[in-house]
């Protein structure tokens, strides 16, 4: 054991944020802290560190144990040093040995007898501590964990006071990582990191010889590194022995447990005060004794607190007016560039009725640029974009330019649907936590996840077919990110979305599209599909493209390598190949026009079959209804050859 709380408790005026908190905490060991929003996670941290005070109980050390602490809103000085020199400063101890061994060496030239004795055991001394510090690898070290956190080479030299506060964050969590301490208390680590990123950052905490103890909304990030997790709950604390999974599988069995033993608790409550009222009811000597000693067991009842539903805290449904095409986008041949720098180029992408399609990538490749170029808020270059039949788009911005910052969230609403009244208004508004005067409060006054919030409820309200949603799940906590995967999973229309929450994909997606190197690869699963596909896709998609490859890039294969088997005749029967699938795929997109086609035209009928003047004419009615015959016929037709193609 290296750390452990016994008993600690800190109030704000009358209300608890944490009671009888007690855990321990051993060498290696990986925790994350779980919680809503205001659970208290931060403030622990806080005490863990020394920054705050407990009101009362202890914390426990064990000796000579030294505390890393990233709090999620580092404080960034305004020196000049550069991006490498501010890390190079953590490790001047091992540079001040190293000026000390180069100096002891200088001195041992010009030194004999015992002087030349003692210096030699003072190298020897020096250069031990050295190996041990990892002297020797201490640059290489620096570079590996700048690579990692997403800076380029170019960037080393640059001053951190230029950087943004993301990017100041990253280099705040690298000191840290550097100084190794025998603690490292992270506080939403992985807030600035793109998915590489985040990706190392899972290998090297998965390897650090330290512990970890850290508190992320990063379900996909928690369940690949912690051993244990503390779930703070209304004040209280309880330990889980596994990883996120196994704590939301524990975890719902034990509320479930916690609902039915309070509610035959309550049962039996509800029929001891039934029996006592018929007891008093018959208004006699030992009705009413035996009555008050009921009732004085029943007071003595150790009560059981009510549970609380966290699949309560927001109420997210979301249902389509109107059915769509079975094509709901087509975007083909699509580019765009800004100030010279091409973010893409020819790209295609197909989506159909019913899919949820993620959209991923690394920071800066252009994600939400499609996003903005399918809602026409930017122009395109080239290529076409064309929605299908009855397509309605609701969008969900992650810079929420879709709200009025000078509106209340109340007018917001209000003047998005007039037709809603003041009573409709407060419950949908209720149902996404703004009550009372909250819903008075103005747009530019909330956080980010108020904000959001406001963003979703007006989603809901919109009853569109086609969702396109960018970072939906940035600042919410994770039982709002398990409700929002719960009605999107159940969600009728189509989905297409941004986001780097890995959990949040792997629960929703059933298509990938990868956005890399200026083109898009395809993987038909979840993020774990993806994952295990990543390499051989994108291997295939350099083979090719050779003139996509940078010949200086040795990490890409070469077009003619004997070691990658491209032989001319392979060559010549894989582009064979990928002319018959392009020849299947375009056979595939007729069959598809054909079925939206049809899919139009018998709804039309449908409406037509609904008009009086054609339901009380039978030669008409009849026209329609064999028309009506047919068109389903065919329809089966093209289905049936469609799955058979897709097979």
Not at 98 to 106: A, G, K, W, Y
């Amino acid at each position: 054991m290296i750390l452990a709380c016994h008993s600690i408790s800190k109030s704000y005026g009358a209300h608890d944020v944490l009671k009888d908190i007690q855990f321990h905490i051993e060498a290696k060991e990986k925790t994350a802290i779980i919680g809503i929003n205001g659970a208290g996670k931060t403030t622990l941290l806080k005490i863990l560190t020394g920054e705050l005070s407990p009101d009362s109980g202890t914390i426990e050390l064990a000796k000579d144990i030294t505390i890393g602490y990233l709090p999620q809103q580092p404080e960034h000085s305004a020196d000049d040093h550069t991006v490498y020199e501010t890390l190079l400063a953590v490790k001047q101890d091992i540079i001040d040995l190293d000026c000390r061994m180069r100096q002891t060496e200088l001195e041992m030239k010009h030194a004999d007898g015992e002087r030349l004795e003692l210096l030699y055991r003072t190298y020897e001394r020096l250069t031990h501590a050295f190996e041990r510090a990892n002297g020797y690898a201490y640059k290489s070290e620096i570079n590996g964990v700048l690579n990692g956190l997403g800076f380029t080479q170019e960037q080393y030299d640059q001053p951190v006071s230029t950087l943004s506060g993301g990017q100041k964050t990253r280099i705040a969590l690298g000191a840290i990582l550097l100084q190794k301490p025998d603690i490292l208390l992270l506080d939403e680590p992985t807030n600035h990191l793109d998915t590489k990123s985040i990706a190392w950052l899972e290998s090297y905490l998965g390897n650090y010889e330290g512990a970890v103890l850290l508190v992320s909304h990063d379900r996909y990030f928690l369940d690949r590194i912690v051993t244990k997790v503390l779930e703070l709950e209304r004040g209280t604390c309880r330990t889980y022995h596994g990883n996120y999974s196994y704590y939301a599988a524990k975890r719902e069995e034990i509320r479930n447990n916690e609902w039915k033993n309070y509610q035959n608790q309550q049962a039996a409550i509800q029929h001891q005060e039934a029996v006592i009222a018929k007891l008093r009811s018959f208004n006699r000597e030992k009705s009413v004794k035996r009555a008050e000693s009921r009732e004085k067991l029943l007071n003595k009842m150790e009560r059981i607190e009510k549970p609380t539903e966290l699949k309560d805290s927001m109420r997210i449904r979301l249902e389509p007016e109107t059915e769509s095409g079975y094509d709901v986008l087509f975007m083909e041949h699509i580019s765009k560039s800004f100030d010279q720098v091409t973010l893409f180029q020819d790209i295609t992408i197909d989506i159909k009725r019913g899919e949820r399609v993620a959209l991923i990538g690394d920071n800066g490749t252009g994600k939400t640029t499609i996003l903005k170029l399918i809602n026409q808020l930017l122009p395109k270059d080239s290529g076409s974009i064309t929605l299908g039949s009855r397509v309605t788009i609701g969008y969900y911005d992650q810079e929420h330019q879709v709200l009025s910052p000078d509106k209340t969230i109340f007018q917001e609403i209000s003047d998005a649907y007039p037709a809603l009244n003041h009573t409709r208004i407060r419950t949908i508004l209720a149902a996404f936590l703004f009550m009372g005067d909250d819903v008075f409060k103005k747009i530019h006054d909330l956080s980010g996840g108020e904000q959001g919030r406001v963003a979703l409820a007006k989603l809901m309200l919109s009853s569109a077919n086609f969702l396109i949603l960018d970072e939906p799940t940035n600042h919410l906590d994770i039982p709002s990110k398990e409700i929002l995967e719960s009605a999107l999973c159940n969600y009728t229309g189509t989905v297409l979305y941004v986001s780097h929450d890995r959990y949040f994909i792997n629960k929703t997606a059933t298509r990938i599209l990868d956005l890399t190197g200026q083109h898009l690869n395809e993987y038909k699963g979840n993020y774990d599909y993806y994952l295990e596909k990543r390499d051989t896709v994108e291997q295939a998609y350099a083979s090719a493209h050779p003139t996509a490859n940078d010949p200086a890039d040795p990490a890409l294969p070469a077009a003619n390598d004997a070691t990658t088997g491209g032989s001319k005749a392979e060559w010549q029967a894989k582009k064979q190949e990928q002319a018959q699938q392009r020849k299947k795929e375009n056979h595939i997109k007729k069959i598809e026009a054909a079925i939206s086609q049809l899919e139009d035209q018998i709804h039309q009928i449908n409406e037509e079959l609904c008009k009086p003047e054609i339901a009380t004419n039978a030669e008409l009615c009849l026209k329609y209804t064999t028309e009506q015959q047919e068109a389903n016929m065919q329809l089966d037709r093209l289905y049936d050859e469609w799955e058979a193609l897709s097979e």
